[in-house]
């Protein structure tokens, strides 16, 4: 069980795959759209390491560019945002990123920073320049690249409280697994939608949001930033039945202006790690759903259920 595999079972699935704003995705065309992308980045390859170092918020083509990753057997390289400087210049050089897909409001960010990555190599996905660079590979199919288990996914930073973050690898056989074991374990099938709030350059994302969801065959709904007061309105507007979370949402959540019909909504279950004790219960009441909090480490080899 790989990434790739999860993906190439919902090739010919014409069932909604993502919601963003008022962007839709069918799971076909979510598959066509990677399958673009794949070709596209193995013509941008060089020699070294196929790292694709990922700086974008919760956008489509965060999803669209870890698929075509997974087809194409590069690994993308979840880059922290918050990261500054000369911090933020190490974490792209240290993963030895080749192509970099960010958007322009990352701009200041990596302006005087010396990555390493050629300038026809930076990707603009809000940019009319990303759709050139895409376009020859219209109507491509998919890549003829042997799968291997055993390849990274991605390269995800820990968070870096005990030194510098390192870059935990994370296969595609594992997220693949662990996203088709939490599937089976919340019960998620293909009526169930999905909600990625949480950034995509942590581990929490995929292991829990993305990868669940791909497995049961249900749709992701889309955040560009997580919103405590925008959570519920999301939750009724996309019909959101899971959510995955990492941190402290579930307090920021609970600090909104309670409601008597917030238990009115379509929230089946909440699974994440590190939330508040005290908050569990509260939120499960409040909202009508149950609450499943636990730990997993980015590196594997740690869970810690409550």
């Known amino acids: 069980m790989t990434m790739r595999e999860l993906l190439l079972a919902r090739a010919d699935d014409d069932a909604t795959a993502l919601l963003f704003e008022n962007q839709r995705y069918s799971w076909r065309e979510y598959f066509q759209g990677c399958c673009e992308r794949a070709e596209a980045l193995l013509a941008w390859r060089r020699p070294g390491p196929f ?34 400087g000369a911090g933020l210049e190490r ?22 920073l010396d990555l390493g990555i050629a300038d026809d190599r930076r990707f603009d996905v809000a940019s009319p320049t990303w759709r050139a660079a895409i376009a020859p590979f219209k109507g491509a199919g998919i890549p003829k690249i042997e799968g291997d288990p055993r390849a990274i996914y991605m390269l995800i930073f820990t968070s870096g409280t005990t030194g510098e973050p390192k870059a935990a690898i994370c296969s595609s056989m594992r997220t693949a697994m662990a996203g088709k074991v939490l599937a089976q374990m919340r019960g998620l099938t293909s009526k169930d939608v999905g909600y990625l709030a949480m950034p995509l350059f942590h581990s929490n994302a995929h292991m829990a949001g993305v990868a669940p969801i791909m497995a049961a065959g249900g749709t992701w ?13 999301d939750v009724r507007k996309f019909g959101v039945t899971y959510f995955n979370y990492v941190g402290k949402p579930l307090t920021y959540i609970l600090a909104t202006p309670e409601r008597p019909d917030d238990a009115d909504n379509t929230l ?3 699974f994440g790690n590190e939330g508040a004790d005290h908050h569990l219960g509260r939120f499960a009441a409040r909202f009508g759903c149950e609450v499943i909090d636990s730990y997993g480490s980015t590196e594997g080899g740690i869970a810690i259920s409550r």
């Open 268 to 270: 089946r279950v909440a």
């Open 91 to 112: 974490d792209i050089r240290h993963t030895d990123c080749q192509i970099l897909v960010t958007e322009d409001r990352h701009a200041d960010l990596l302006a005087g």
């Open 51 to 84: 790292h694709v170092g990922v700086l974008l918020e919760n956008v489509p083509e965060y999803l669209f560019v870890t698929g075509a990753a997974s087809l194409a057997g590069a690994t993308v390289v979840g880059i922290n945002p918050t990261r500054r």
């Open 221 to 233: 709904s889309m955040r560009r930033k997580f919103s405590a007061s925008a959570f519920l309105p």
